[in-house]
């Protein structure tokens, strides 16, 4: 184990905003141990207070799905990857054709730009946020992620209806489990692909990973990993991509594996 690579929503944070005492303190000991520590999310670079706050991780996050990665240190982009203009358009009216009232939202290296419609109370947006119709000039603060929500129905019923016409166009998944709400990035980009390539700058290996993860978002790295663990709490999408399950998040699953991972290398 030379690196932990970790998803944070539902994987070692919960809807509280709070990481527990056990999960912080194991990944102190990774760190302590020599353990790379990389962070690897769906939210943006302006919604990481927790891993600052509460653990203490000054390193490198993999954000937006894998579209960017951000220096927590130094608090700036590294790397990102974004989707033209024509591409948002072309997604936007196909899943406008496909089911009624779908809303629309773009998070951008600028900000988060959100149209009339896609807020309610259960979609309520966190932090700074711009509400105005969608246009052209939003690509120009470089477009990372497109967000589809409809009111009413599941996330995986919205995602099975939409995914077979977008495949071509854009990487699509989700990881919101209480909203029928898409998660869309460039073509060919995910957790995995940029997780990989930070791992090999690093001169790690895909065996030398230990990766945890809970939802569909995390799929392609839960797969990528060496030991690639699901949470038990998680989507069955993760669990069936997974070799390796973890306890759920409620019993601290993460530092559980991870505690028993640093005690088996300080007998090897």
């Not at 962070?39 to 653990?55: H, K, N, S, Y």
Request: aromatic share 6%.
């Amino acid at each position: 184990m030379r690196l932990i690579a970790s998803d944070i929503d539902g994987t070692i944070l919960g809807h509280d905003g709070k990481i527990s005492d056990r999960t912080v303190e194991a990944f102190a000991a990774a760190a302590e141990a020599g353990v790379e520590i990389v962070f690897v999310t769906g939210r943006p670079p302006r919604w990481l207070e927790p891993i600052r706050e509460q653990i203490g991780h000054s390193g490198m996050v993999i954000c937006s799905n894998g579209a960017v990665s951000y220096d927590l240190a130094a608090e700036k982009v590294t790397e990102s990857h974004v989707l033209d203009w024509e591409t948002v358009m072309a997604v936007r009216g196909i899943i406008t054709a496909l089911t009624p009232e779908p809303y629309f939202a773009l998070e951008s290296l600028l900000g988060f730009h959100v149209e009339e419609g896609f807020l309610s109370a259960r979609t309520a947006a966190s932090g700074t946020y711009y509400p105005s119709p969608l246009a052209p000039e939003m690509a120009k603060g470089g477009i990372v992620k497109m967000l589809s929500v409809v009111h009413s129905g599941t996330a995986d019923e919205f995602l099975n209806l939409v995914s077979p016409s977008l495949s071509s166009l854009i990487a699509v998944t989700h990881s919101a489990p209480d909203l029928a709400m898409l998660e869309m990035g460039p073509l060919g980009v995910n957790k995995a692909v940029t997780l990989a390539k930070y791992a090999a700058s690093k001169g790690i290996d895909a065996a030398d990973v230990v990766a945890f993860g809970d939802m569909p978002n995390d799929i392609e790295m839960l797969a990528w990993a060496g030991a690639g663990y699901a949470m038990a709490s998680g989507h069955p999408d993760a669990l069936a991509a997974a070799a390796l399950r973890a306890p759920r998040f409620e019993s601290d699953g993460v530092a559980q594996v991870i505690e028993s991972r640093l005690a088996a290398l300080r007998l090897s």
